[in-house]
């Protein structure tokens, strides 16, 4: 992943809830280069923070990998 790609999975998880940013900026500090997480950042802050929070499972099993990660870290 170059230079720009990574700066913009990092915009992208600049969230409006301070709960989501701070779980992702903590899981992208980690895993600065995991471009699985992009796909999921699409979905609305309240249906994202959800599924990370573990308090939904409605989400496509493609990101299960990812959605396991982010509830780890």
Do not use: H, Q, T
């Not at 959800?50 to 959605?67: C, H, K, L, P």
């Amino acid at each position: 992943m170059d230079r720009v790609a990574r700066d913009r999975l990092k915009w992208k998880c600049r969230r409006g809830l301070l709960e989501l940013d701070l779980v992702l900026e903590r899981y992208l500090g980690d895993n600065p280069e995991d471009a699985e997480l992009s796909a999921l950042l699409d979905l609305p802050d309240n249906d994202l923070w959800d599924i990370v929070s573990g308090r939904s499972e409605r989400y496509d099993a493609r990101f299960a990998g990812i959605v396991a990660r982010l509830r780890a870290s």
